[in-house]
C-alpha cells in the first residue's frame, strides 16, 4: 500500500511519513512545492538511514495519488486543501489529523465548522472518497523520533467499515500504537474536542500526556 501524505514539511507531517517508511509502507512525502519536501526527505535521511527510505518527496498533487491520502496540513489550511484536491481524492481513502484549537491563556478550546467536526466538513467537501480520523491525540513531537516508543492509543472514525479498518491496520503497524474503533464520523467531534482538554491539561500540569484506554 502507498500512503500520501499531504503537508508532510510540517512536523505532524514529517513525523508521520517517518513512522510510515520505518514499518514497510512506501510514502509519497507532499508539500505545495516538490523542493520544500526534497529538503525534508534529505534531513530525514541524514537522521535515519534507510530507515525512511521508503519516502519519495513530491508536491502535494502528486502525493494524492497514493492508496490513502492524509491530511497532515495544519488545520486551518485543512478543509482548503481538502477541496482543492477534491477530483484528485476521488475514490480514496482520506485520513484527517486536524483538530481547529485556539489558545485562551493556559487552557485550548475547541472550534467547529459548521457540520460539527472537521471530519464531517471534510466529507461533505469529498463526497467521492471516504474520510477516516485519527492520530488527533497523538504529539507531532513523538512522530519525528523513531527510537521513541509511541505507547498511545489512536481512536478512527469513519463512515465506511473498510476504510475505518484499512486505517486502523495502518496505526497498528506503528509499534506500541493501539487502535481502536470509533464509529462513524458523528464521534469524529468527541476526538476533536477532546484534543482541546488533553492540550490544556498538558499546559496545567506540565506533562505531556497522551490517551490510553483501560480493560483491554
Known sequence: MKIGVLGATGPAGRGLAARLSDVGYDVLAGSRERVKAEQVVKELETEWGDRVSRITPANNQAACDADVVVLAVHADAALAT?????????????VSMANHLVR????????LPPHGSIAKEMQAMLWRSEVVTAFHLVPAAEFANL??????????????????????????????????????LENAVGMETFAAVLLTINIRHKVRAGLRLSGF
Open 82 to 94: 481538502a477541496k482543492y484536491f477534491a477530483d484528485q481524492l476521488a475514490g480514496k481513502i482520506v
Open 104 to 111: 485562551n491563556g493556559t487552557e485550548f478550546n475547541a472550534v
Open 147 to 184: 527510537d521513541e516508543k509511541m505507547e498511545s492509543d489512536v481512536v478512527a472514525c469513519g463512515n465506511d467499515d473498510t476504510a475505518r479498518t484499512t486505517l486502523m491496520e495502518i496505526i497498528r503497524a506503528i509499534p506500541d500504537l493501539r487502535a481502536f474503533d470509533g464509529g462513524s
